[in-house]
């Protein structure tokens, strides 16, 4: 979750980092691989301790069990939130970095270089997605990156989205429109237009590729609530996926783009929809540090239209990026608590990833499946009709995990419901 590289702190500072860790062990439930393995090594408090070995014994080659246990961190920062005596996400960036400078392989290169282009990946993702029920097995839908495209629920079109919903609502029992629902709507006709305030969308790989219905509903939902949209040309990905695979001089070449990219339009804000950029973007130099939000957080303070009734129970999947990196807990809950009707409702875990990782899902299946159904099912334990998330890898990794736990429990991005509650009808 590095904005610009690990860079590694100085011996003694790297040290005194370390001795803030009081070994409590207050973050092993928060920490979702040492909840999947029940094993001490793959904990904060285990990772910790083996970085400080590896600190004081700077010549000692490593042995495959600790690289393990530092490459396995998902760089969550679940442990970063809850520790009591303030540890920094640094160390977790500086133990992974150590593991990758032991074990380069091809295959997280590769991933990250695939997953970073949004061509490649739209290339990807629609014949598997049309092949899944219409064409014989492509050669790459059995493959690990074949797979974790398809796991992303369908980009739906407006009117399948639309029926979608209003299917959800009629199964739990509400039927139709309400009158709420009309009161609202006669409401939105006589709301006079909100103060214009330009902004930018930056478009990301996944949300871009996979998702392009969704970002369409996200720049409706902007437009409604007054803003003037953006999409500057040039874009390229955040450089996240570099980052997570060991590539800080990728990662900085595709920053120098989007610098370059975002620099020429001159929207007061850039929202990012995915939670993973959002927090890589805010880790860029000013201004555009400054200028990067994410779209629940910019959403949270528009006047959007007047909702209609939603009479569902929503559970939200908090985005590791967004919660623990951005401290984003309040603005979706805030955005779903507007629309009238609808019941949120909290999962247990709520602080624990849900093993998506950015590439972390390609690289690790089986330990990333576990965690996956673990989160499926704290979801699906709620009673939910509906799961809605503000990140497209936790889409995917939770739709994926679902369709074994609670298969007619449908995911969501956030904003799709937001669109439908507040725009759908009058865009
Ligand atoms: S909560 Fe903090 S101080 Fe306690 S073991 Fe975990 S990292 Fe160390
Ligand atoms: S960053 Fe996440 S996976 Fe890594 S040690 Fe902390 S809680 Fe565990």
Same mark, same amino acid.
């Given at each position: 979750?590095?904005?610009?590289?690990? %860079?590694?702190?100085?011996?003694?500072?790297?040290?005194?980092?370390?001795?803030?860790?009081?070994?409590?062990?207050?973050?092993? !439930?928060?920490?979702?691989?040492?909840?999947?393995?029940?094993?001490?090594?793959?904990?904060?408090?285990?990772?910790?301790?083996?970085?400080?070995?590896?600190?004081?014994?700077?010549?000692?080659?490593?042995?495959?069990?600790?690289?393990?246990?530092?490459?396995? %961190?998902?760089?969550?920062?679940?442990?970063?939130?809850?520790?009591?005596?303030? =540890?920094?996400?640094?160390l977790l960036e500086v133990a992974k970095a150590r593991a990758h400078a032991v074990r380069r392989g091809p295959g997280a290169w590769? =991933?990250?270089?695939?997953?970073?282009?949004?061509?490649?990946?739209?290339?990807?993702?629609? !014949?598997?997605?049309?092949?899944?029920?219409?064409?014989?097995?492509?050669?790459?839908?059995?493959?690990?990156?074949?797979?974790?495209?398809?796991?992303?629920?369908?980009?739906?079109?407006? /009117?399948?989205? @639309?029926?979608?919903?209003?299917?959800?609502? @009629?199964?739990?029992?509400?039927?139709?429109?309400?009158?709420?629902?009309?009161?609202?709507?006669?409401?939105?006709?006589?709301?006079?237009?909100?103060?214009?305030?330009?902004?930018?969308?930056?478009?990301?790989?996944?949300?871009?590729?996979?998702?392009?219905?969704?970002?369409?509903?996200?720049?409706?939902?902007?437009?409604?609530?007054?803003?003037?949209?953006?999409?500057?040309?040039?874009?390229?990905?955040?450089?996240?996926?570099?980052?997570?695979?060991? #590539?800080?001089?990728?990662?900085?070449?595709?920053?120098? $783009?989007?610098?370059?990219?975002?620099?020429?339009?001159? @929207?007061?804000?850039? =929202?990012?929809?995915?939670?993973?950029?959002?927090?890589?973007?805010?880790?860029?130099?000013?201004?555009?540090?400054?200028?990067?939000?994410?779209?629940?957080?910019?959403?949270?303070e528009l006047p959007l239209p007047p909702p209609r009734a939603v009479p569902l129970r929503v559970a939200y999947h908090d985005p590791?990026?967004?919660?623990?990196?951005?401290?984003? $807990?309040?603005?979706?809950? /805030?955005?779903?608590?507007?629309?009238?009707?609808?019941?949120?409702?909290?999962?247990?875990?709520?602080? $624990?990833?849900?093993?998506?990782?950015?590439?972390?899902?390609?690289?690790?299946?089986?330990?990333?499946?576990?965690?996956?159904?673990?989160? @499926? #099912?704290?979801?699906?334990?709620?009673?939910?009709?509906?799961? $809605?998330?503000?990140?497209?890898? %936790?889409?995917?990794?939770?739709?994926?995990?679902?369709?074994?736990?609670?298969?007619?429990?449908?995911?969501?991005?956030?904003?799709?419901?937001?669109?439908?509650?507040?725009?759908?009808?009058?865009?």
């Amino acid at each position: 979750m590095s904005a610009r590289g690990p %860079c590694a702190p100085p011996p003694a500072e790297l040290d005194r980092l370390l001795r803030a860790c009081i070994q409590c062990g207050l973050c092993l !439930p928060h920490c979702a691989t040492y909840l999947a393995t029940a094993n001490e090594a793959q904990s904060p408090r285990g990772r910790l301790l083996l970085l400080g070995r590896l600190v004081a014994e700077p010549s000692r080659v490593p042995a495959a069990a600790e690289i393990d246990a530092l490459d396995l %961190c998902l760089g969550c920062r679940a442990c970063v939130t809850a520790c009591p005596s303030g =540890i920094s996400a640094t160390l977790l960036e500086v133990a992974k970095a150590r593991a990758h400078a032991v074990r380069r392989g091809p295959g997280a290169w590769l =991933i990250a270089a695939l997953l970073s282009r949004r061509g490649a990946l739209a290339a990807l993702g629609a !014949p598997i997605r049309w092949g899944r029920a219409a064409l014989p097995r492509l050669p790459w839908t059995g493959s690990r990156v074949g797979r974790w495209v398809a796991a992303v629920p369908a980009s739906w079109q407006d /009117a399948d989205l @639309a029926r979608l919903l209003a299917g959800l609502v @009629a199964r739990a029992g509400a039927g139709g429109a309400s009158g709420t629902d009309g009161a609202a709507r006669a409401a939105r006709r006589a709301t006079p237009p909100a103060p214009p305030r330009r902004v930018a969308l930056f478009r990301g790989c996944a949300s871009g590729a996979l998702l392009p219905h969704a970002q369409q509903r996200l720049r409706a939902l902007l437009t409604a609530a007054g803003c003037e949209v953006s999409v500057p040309r040039g874009q390229a990905c955040c450089g996240a996926l570099a980052e997570h695979a060991g #590539q800080p001089r990728r990662a900085a070449r595709q920053r120098r $783009v989007n610098l370059a990219a975002l620099a020429r339009d001159p @929207a007061d804000v850039v =929202i990012v929809e995915a939670a993973g950029c959002g927090l890589e973007l805010q880790g860029y130099p000013p201004p555009l540090a400054a200028r990067a939000r994410d779209a629940a957080a910019v959403l949270a303070e528009l006047p959007l239209p007047p909702p209609r009734a939603v009479p569902l129970r929503v559970a939200y999947h908090d985005p590791c990026h967004a919660r623990h990196g951005q401290g984003i $807990v309040d603005e979706p809950r /805030a955005l779903l608590a507007r629309i009238p009707g609808l019941i949120v409702v909290e999962p247990r875990e709520a602080e $624990v990833c849900c093993g998506s990782g950015g590439p972390y899902a390609l690289l690790h299946p089986e330990l990333a499946a576990r965690m996956g159904r673990r989160k @499926a #099912q704290c979801l699906a334990e709620t009673g939910a009709d509906l799961i $809605v998330t503000g990140n497209p890898g %936790c889409l995917g990794q939770i739709a994926g995990a679902l369709r074994d736990v609670a298969p007619d429990l449908p995911i969501l991005p956030l904003t799709d419901l937001l669109w439908w509650a507040h725009v759908a009808g009058e865009c």
